[in-house]
């Protein structure tokens, strides 16, 4: 097998998305059918990356000729090439049910190109500075995508992500001049390497930096202010591939920094202090929601909360969970993202529509055999291990919370009238969920991945 | 023959959900499917004692079987109780499958389908070795009686069951955890309780998990919303077969895993320890207060449920007290809930597809349109008042005895007032539907309708004579947690107190009929009209616009002394609950304000508090 | 035993065991409680008011009856089972008494049910029901009382009787009369 | 052994007779009582053998179809089984095959079986007497069940034959100071079980037209006059056996034949006291309304069962 | 490490940070908000630089003169964040171009449905 330099996983897409606007000249048609074409293509490419690294170890690959630390650096480790395969395999999959409007074609294939590349940048790059930059390009192309809707709504949800998304972006920098500073180096190994040498306050003045900045993109609680409103105001699909491509990104850069960046236990403590938070005040928001977008939403923060728990216990139990969290999540909430489209009702009656939200619902609410099961069944056994009944509590509450508003969206699925999707949301909603099912019956093809994922974290590797 | 079986089960329920458009050729595979259980129980048959002709086990099927499943192991093994459970689920769910063949119509693939993956998660769940098996096929099982309930199109259905089905399994889950926290193991066989108040903490929370799915009260608020707007079928079997899971649950946790002793550390009540002793007082008050609801009930799929809810209440207090005695009437009351609940709500059903109606008041005379289906609901709820012609008296008698052995002042007044109170709901079914002004012109049930609800009968008249051989097949279990089995022969059953011969009362029964007959017989009779009745000379004309049926508001004087206190008594509990974190849930919304400059502040002070936090402090 | 005796039996047992249905029209209910109360106690003799038609032998009907009423009281007494009994009570069901010019009183009661006997008087003394329930113990004891079988061979005639009594437009007795043609 | 059976048989269809001449004997004997309080001559003594006759003796029986026919077949079968397995004079023919439990379940045969067949006759006001009837069932079992319950705990028995057996040589129930109170409890719950008045308000005729009855004649309501009769019989015995040790005052391995005929004397005398008791409260005191009786039972009877039950409770330690 | 001589531009940097920060928290006019970003983006940018400076240094330009030069990679840094702000904002205009062209105004209302 040949080994793609991975690099092309982020080039292509980039590439390929500046050159739509020729293929638009030529066609507005033919953009969609070039874009997913693009797309596939580098899901592929993705699968073959994943192949690799699962075989042969972490892949590294120097760019523009400088060696590091001056050089970019980008090393795939075993949770990037699983984010990166759930990206960009997901990242057609989502975009196929945009096929059938006919409206902004261009700007919107390529802005999702760009965030497509970008958040699969995050997890592969081994450079804070240049993680720094895809996570603006990320957050550029998601605020074009989320204002494409062009209504107020979107307008209004897309100016707060900008907001917010500068100010995080600022935070960034200044922990990236923080340990600029004091290292003179920006890249992983580097800084892993020497951390120690910074003074205590620097060092946890930068962890404070990078925490915050990070923790706008991955939708920690008090950062989040813009994620309802963004998601709201977002259509569906867009809503639907945030939940995938960004905020899995947003996840990872908080792994990043808090396993192999700066390592320190306080820091450990403090994410599990916001992912607590995180997934009781978003939980509790969805209960009373009712615009369904918003609702979902929220329900995204929860589970992002849990996801953050899981990554802060610091064991490999419970980064297998959080990395079947995180697989759960993406593929359920996209479902559900693209098959809550004008959710007033009716819906649910057609059984090619109601079966994948009742599967995407259920793998959120964590019934086996979905990944959404794997995953709090794991982080249960290790917060039990450890007898740390309050999480279990609350985890438990919360799970009950989202049994209640989610009972009640299924609900409001099934009454009313008639509508439906568009025959491409639903193919793309049954390949989702065609996804889920075969996670959820072959389990095993994703747990011995998280597995060397949580081990590599654990040992400081990517 | 055992793991093909599951995979049997996932490949008949997708076809069944390609044969959608085809729902007769659906039904076909399905039931063919179904058989395998069936098929199986026959199989295991030595391992509770039966001895059945080999002819009849066309399959083998393993005993003990393990299943790599990813992150988990899959670990079965059939045991006395799984095999009494699965008797129960078994036997009934074909003839449910028959009965839907005709009775459900619309996506019916849908429904095959989501009935045989219930069926999976209870054949796992009455096989599993180890909690994670257990709380996988529960769980699928769970989620597949969701999808029934979707099927309804009912808010507080949907509601309830998602909401409170959550809460079985959150429960169950921190249950296990603690469990698996204080033993180190998964494996139900190897766990070595320590009698701490954590586990009994785990216990109780499995127990109250377990509770959930049996609908034992103040926890049964999902069951009548579920029961009375999903189709009749489901409805039988999940009344009938796997609300039983829950019950079979607790005696698995409560006697297989921890044991009597381990109870006993925090004290005894005459003999009982009062975790069970509170077990059965929550019992015997389910069992009051689901007779009193369902008293007051016009919708006859309500009343049932709350009928079921009360029945089931006796299953609890049985299990509650523990005793041999107890632990054999607990079994055998879910047999025979299992059973006569099954014909009631199928019966229910052939009612339904017959008129189109629900509500009692808009019921009646049915008994001489619908003869066949009458007389199997009657042997039904003859079973269900436990009138000693049928066998359900058994059970009670064997609950009564057990409650008595103990000494139980308190709470066996309460299970004999209500089964008395039963008598009041069965004669509401009896009168509202199949007695009383004739209302509408229909003709019997289909034959596939007719032939599953009596093959359910037989089991009931068969128990009836031989209620020893239900005694049979639960003495292994009994035998297994290492209890005495309850003396008997085929038809009589012996116990410390006093003795019951089904064969005497039978033949006494029989005498006395053949006497009343002849009394009967002596004289010629003439058959009026159903018109010709004696209303203060009133001749009743134009039937179009005046109704003798006195169905509506039956037992009205008892809804004003007791409607008061229990009318949606536990509802509004679980109301106010809501509320709270509804309330939780408002404070929790107002954060998100939607104006960039709180969003902002939110991040600066979050900012401020961690630099506070960690650099001055 | 012969049938016969067996018949004769039977009628001895039930002269004693008379279970009347009292249609109480008029004021002559009022004479009723002191029979069954303490001064004349007709429970002596094993009588008994009943509330249904279905439960009794006897019709007691005491006063006028209006066309309405004796619909029902048909209806009552074809609810009856058989052996059965009636008596009018007053002058009301003989010829009508006081309202003998009524336009929409039944002036015979005979026409239309198969009466038993009539107790004369507006209103009979007790000691006269006394006399009158003695005296239908007596005929039933003979075999005397045969109102019911009456009633059963000329149905046709009763049931144009009360068909004419309920009549109240010109044409149904029209229609009554070609009938009776027929 | 067929010797044995045809005894046997005998000997119970003898048992079902005796129930029910004695239950006729009651009805004449109840209306002659009532007619002497009343100041009334009242009718012969043996008033109930000729209702009966002559209702047997109706030219036409009316039906409302096979299920209304079910009614005078269960309630006249199920009553001679309940009395079957009731010990009666101390002979227990039956009683040792079951238990108290039994009997109380065998009285809800004829109940049911009578409720069937007067539901089917489709007449409003027998729908209404027999949800009064099945109201009231509910309101004396109460207090009826605690103390039974109360007495099978603290003579740790269930059979009726073995509690019986128990209270011979005088040592009965109610000659203990706490189911002395129980005997009274259980009588007011008596005059539930028999019907009479205050607690009449299934049959009120002057209501309901006699409520489940209405539609019966003839031979029906011979039948089902037949199970009235009877069941008095068999609810005094109850009583008899719950608390006057049966009317066993000779034991039969001492005294032979004699010992049957005093025991059975006794028990007559006993039941007919018992009877005699209920007809004294029946003959002058109107009607309860349903609710009334309901919250009679369940709120001063019972109230006093439970302090019979905690009595109880405190005397007994197993 | 860091010389005393900088520490004036960490107080421009921090007043900048500070204005921008305050101008975000307070006002609700879009423009103003972005403007505001703007001051923060730029405030950042200042501290970047001032990281890689050295007294006295020159640009690192490669005219043998190896001894003293500010360290370049900051600078590219800047150039970068300077240009993705830039970027930022220039999206951000649109964006509010947008909203104004649905609503006629530019002021984020308080009443609306997109909170809670």
């Known amino acids: 097998m040949v080994a793609l330099p991975p690099v092309l996983l982020i080039a292509l897409p980039l590439l390929f998305a500046f050159l739509a606007p020729l293929v638009g000249m030529v066609s507005r048609r033919m953009v969609k059918l070039y874009t997913l074409l693009v797309l596939i293509l580098n899901a592929l490419l993705s699968i073959l990356l994943f192949i690799n690294v699962m075989a042969n170890g972490v892949v590294y690959e120097q760019l523009s000729g400088f060696y590091p630390p001056v050089g970019i650096l980008l090393s795939v480790g075993y949770l990037g090439a699983i984010l990166a395969v759930l990206i960009n395999v997901l990242s057609p999959v989502v975009y196929l049910s945009y096929f059938g409007e006919a409206e902004n074609s261009v700007k919107f294939s390529m802005l999702y190109m760009l965030v497509t590349a970008s958040s699969t940048g995050i997890v592969i790059t081994g450079d804070l500075f240049n993680m720094f930059v895809f996570f603006e390009i990320t957050a550029v192309g998601s605020y074009g995508l989320v204002a494409s809707l062009r209504t107020k709504e979107a307008f209004e949800g897309s100016f707060k992500y900008i907001v917010l998304g500068s100010i995080g972006s600022a935070f960034i920098l200044m922990g990236i001049a923080t340990i600029y500073g004091y290292l003179k180096t920006l890249n992983f190994y580097d800084i892993a390497l020497r951390i120690d040498t910074m003074p205590e306050t620097a060092r946890l003045m930068s962890f404070i930096f990078l925490i915050v900045g990070i923790g706008v993109e991955a939708e920690i609680f008090p950062l989040n202010g813009w994620v309802p409103d963004a998601y709201q105001g977002a259509s569906n699909r867009v809503a639907s591939f945030l939940s995938v491509g960004p905020s899995k990104a947003g996840i990872y850069a908080i792994a990043r920094l808090i396993f192999t960046l700066i390592p320190i236990m306080s820091g450990f403590e403090l994410s599990l202090l916001l992912g607590i938070f995180t997934l009781v005040v978003g939980e509790l928001a969805a209960l009373r929601q009712r615009d369904v977008k918003r609702m979902l939403a929220y329900s995204s923060i929860g589970q992002m909360g849990l996801i953050l728990i899981a990554l802060s216990l610091h064991s490999e139990t419970a980064l297998v969970a959080a990395v079947f969290l995180m697989v759960g999540h993406a593929l359920a909430k996209s479902i559900l993202f693209i098959g809550s489209r004008d959710y007033s009702g009716g819906l649910l009656r057609n059984p090619l529509i109601a079966g994948p939200l009742f599967l995407g619902v259920l793998s959120i609410v964590g019934m086996p055999p979905f990944p959404g099961f794997w995953g709090k069944w794991y982080l249960m056994v290790d917060l039990a291990s450890r007898g740390a009944w309050t999480i279990i509590l609350l985890i438990v509450f919360t799970a009950i919370v989202e049994g209640v508003y989610y009972s009640r969206y299924l609900f409001r699925g099934l009454n009313g009238e008639i509508r439906t999707l568009t025959k491409s949301e639903i193919a793309s909603i049954i390949i989702l969920a065609s996804i889920l099912i075969l996670i959820g019956l072959f389990p095993q093809y994703l747990y011995d991945p998280a597995v060397m994922a949580a081990r590599s974290l654990l040992g400081g590797g990517p | 023959m055992l793991m093909e079986t599951f995979y049997a089960f996932i490949i008949g329920s997708l076809v069944v959900l390609a044969l959608n458009r085809f729902p007769r050729i659906a039904a076909v595979v399905a039931i063919a499917v179904s058989l395998l259980p069936l098929f199986a129980l026959i199989y295991w048959a030595p391992l509770v004692g039966l001895t059945l002709p080999s002819y009849l086990s066309l399959l083998r099927f393993e005993t003990e079987i393990s299943y790599a499943l990813g992150p988990g192991t899959i670990l079965l093994q059939i045991t006395p109780l799984g095999w009494f459970f699965l008797f129960l689920l078994a036997t009934t769910f074909p003839l449910v499958l028959l009965f839907a063949s005709s009775f459900v119509r619309d996506n019916a693939g849908g429904f095959y389908a989501s009935m045989l993956l219930t069926m999976l998660g209870s054949f796992g769940v009455l096989l599993a070795r180890d909690m994670l098996t257990f709380f996988i096929f529960w769980e699928i099982m769970s989620w597949s009686i969701l999808a029934l309930v979707l099927r309804g199109h009912d808010r507080r259905a949907i509601v309830s069951y998602l909401a409170f089905g959550s809460l079985s399994a959150m429960l169950l889950l921190f249950g296990f955890m603690i469990l698996y926290y204080k033993t180190g193991t998964f494996l139900f066989g190897e766990m070595a309780l320590e009698a701490t108040p954590l586990t009994l903490a785990g216990i109780s929370m499995i127990v109250a998990g377990f509770a959930v799915k049996g609908a034992l009260m103040p926890l049964h608020v999902w069951a009548p919303h579920v029961y009375s707007r999903s189709e009749e079928p489901f409805v039988a079997f999940l009344s009938g077969g796997l609300s039983k899971l829950g019950y079979f649950g607790m005696i698995l946790f409560m006697y297989g895993v921890a044991t009597v002793p381990f109870f006993a550390t925090w004290g005894t009540f005459r003999g009982v320890p009062y975790f069970g002793y509170a077990l059965a007082v929550i019992g015997a008050f389910t069992a009051f207060a689901g007779t009193v609801l369902a008293i007051m009930q016009d919708d006859l799929r309500k009343l049932l449920a709350y009928s079921s809810i ?45 008129t189109g109606r629900w509500k009692i008041s808009e019921l009646g005379g049915l008994g001489y349109k619908m003869p066949f289906t009458f007389l199997a609901a009657l042997f039904a709820i003859f079973a269900l008042a436990s009138i000693p012609i049928t066998s359900g008296f058994a059970a009670k008698w064997l609950l009564y005895e057990a409650a008595i052995e103990q000494g139980f002042l308190f709470v066996t007044p309460i299970m004999l007032i209500a089964g008395v109170g039963a008598f009041l709901y069965a004669y509401k079914i009896l009168y509202g539907v199949f007695l009383g002004e004739p209302r509408h012109d229909v003709r019997e049930a289909p034959l596939s309708q007719l032939v599953a609800m009596w093959i359910l009968v037989l089991p009931l008249v068969v128990f009836l004579v031989f209620p020893g051989w239900v005694l049979d097949i639960t003495s292994p279990i009994l035998q297994e947690y290492g209890m005495q089995p309850v003396a008997h022969t085929p038809y009589v059953i012996t116990t410390n107190l006093a003795a019951y011969n089904t064969i005497a009362v039978i033949l006494a029964l029989i005498g006395t009929l053949f006497l009343a007959l002849i009394l009967y017989k002596w004289k010629p009779q003439k058959v009026v009209p159903h018109e010709d009745n004696y209303l203060a000379g009133e001749p009743p004309e134009n039937y179009e616009y005046i109704s003798m049926h006195a169905a509506s508001n039956y037992y009205e004087p008892f ?59 | 035993m012969r049938n016969e005796d067996w018949k004769k039996i039977s009628r001895l047992v039930s002269k004693r065991s008379l279970w009347m249905v009292h249609f109480c029209t008029g004021c002559g209910a009022m004479e009723m409680p002191p029979v069954m109360t303490s001064r004349y106690d007709m429970e002596r003799f094993g009588m008994h008011a009943m509330a249904t038609p279905r439960q009794a032998d006897i019709l007691l009907i005491t006063g006028y009856l209006a066309v309405k009423t004796l619909k029902r009281v048909v209806q009552v007494y074809e609810q009856m089972q058989d052996p059965k009994y009636v008596i009018g009570f007053g002058s009301c069901t003989i010829n009508g008494g006081m309202y003998w010019d009524s336009y929409n009183t039944i002036k015979d009661l005979s026409k239309y049910i198969p009466v038993d006997l009539y107790i004369a008087g507006c209103m009979p003394r007790p000691e006269a029901i006394m006399d009158a329930f ?31 009594a309920f009549a109240y437009r010109l044409d149904e007795v029209k229609e009554i009369k070609e009938d009776d043609a027929k | 052994m067929v010797i044995e059976i045809i005894e046997k048989i005998l000997l119970l269809s003898g048992m079902v007779a005796l129930g029910f001449i004695i239950g006729m004997f009651f009805n004449g004997f109840a209306r002659k009582v009532t007619a002497r309080i009343h100041n009334r001559v009242g009718p012969p003594i043996y008033q109930g053998y000729l209702d009966v006759f002559k209702l047997f003796a109706k030219k036409t029986n009316i039906s409302h179809g096979w299920i209304f026919d079910l ?47 007067a539901g089917a006759s489709g007449n409003p006001n027998a729908a209404v007497g027999i949800m009064r009837a099945l109201m009231l ?61 205050p607690f009449d308000i299934a049959i009120a005729p002057h209501e309901i037209a006699s409520g489940p009855m209405v539609e019966f004649g003839g031979k029906h309501l011979g039948a089902l006059m037949l199970y009235k009769m009877m069941a008095i019989v068999v609810e005094t015995t109850l009583f008899v056996d719950l608390f006057l040790g049966g009317g066993v005052v000779l034991s039969v391995e001492q005294y032979g034949w004699i010992a049957y005929l005093v025991n059975f004397l006794v028990w007559f005398a006993l039941i007919t006291f018992v009877f005699f008791l209920a007809l004294l409260i029946n003959a002058v005191f109107p009607r309860f309304r349903i609710e009334q009786a309901l919250k009679f039972y369940w709120k001063y009877d019972a109230l006093a069962a439970l302090l019979l039950l905690i009595w109880v409770y405190a005397g007994v330690s197993i | 490490m860091i010389p005393e001589l900088l520490q004036p531009v960490f107080v421009i940097s921090a007043a900048l ?94 009443e609306g449905v997109m909170k809670w």
Not at chain 2, 602 to 609: E, M, P, T
Not at chain 3, 155 to 160: A, G, N, S, T
Not at chain 5, 77 to 87: D, H, P, Q, R
Request: hydrophobic letters at 55%.
């Open chain 2, 310 to 354: 009360g029945q089931l209440g006796y299953v609890a207090i049985g299990i509650g007290i523990g005793t041999p005695l107890a632990l054999t009437g607990a079994l055998f009351q879910a047999l025979n809930h299992t059973f006569f609940k099954a014909v009631l709500f199928l019966a229910a059903g052939a009612v339904y597809y017959r």
């Open chain 4, 71 to 117: 009614a005078a077949l269960f309630s006249v079968a199920g009553i001679a089984l309940a009395f079957l397995f009731l010990p009666v004079a101390g002979i227990s023919l039956l009683s040792t095959e079951g238990d108290l439990f039994l009997i109380l379940y065998l009285l809800a045969i004829p109940a049911l079986g009578f409720a069937l067949g």
């Open chain 5, 17 to 110: 940070l500070s204005i921008g920060l305050y101008g975000v928290m307070s006002k609700r006019n879009m423009l103003k908000i972005i403007i505001s970003l703007g001051l923060v983006d730029t405030g950042v940018n200042v501290l970047i630089v001032a990281m890689g400076y050295l007294p006295g240094g020159t640009a690192p330009i490669e005219n043998g003169n190896y001894a003293l030069y500010v360290d370049p990679v900051p600078q590219a840094l800047v150039l970068t964040a300077i240009v993705i702000g830039v970027s930022v904002m220039a999206l951000a205009l649109a964006v509010a171009m947008g909203y104004y062209r649905k609503t006629g105004t530019l002021e984020l209302d308080k």
């Open chain 3, 134 to 164: 003695l005296k239908l113990m007596d005929m039933i004891d003979k075999g005397e009382a045969i109102g019911w079988k009456k009633y059963r061979k000329y149905y046709d005639q009763y049931k144009r009787n009360q068909r004419m």
């Open chain 4, 137 to 197: 069932m509910l309101a004396y079992e109460l207090p009826l069940v605690m103390v039974i319950v109360a007495m099978m705990v603290h003579y740790n028995t269930t059979s009726l034959a073995t509690l019986v057996q128990m209270q011979s040589n005088f040592k009965w129930a109610l000659f203990v100071p706490q189911f002395f109170i129980g005997a009274i409890i259980v009588d007011m719950a008596l005059q539930g079980m028999l019907m009479e008045k």
């Open chain 2, 559 to 617: 809804e004003d002394v007791f409607g008061g206190i229990f009318r949606k008594g536990a509802e509004r509990g679980w109301e106010i609950v809501l509320a709270g974190a509804e309330f939780l849930s408002n404070g929790a919304r107002r954060i998100y304000t939607g104006l960039t400059e709180d969003y902002s502040i939110y991040i600066l002070l979050f900012f401020l508090v961690l630099v506070g936090w960690w650099l001055l402090w």
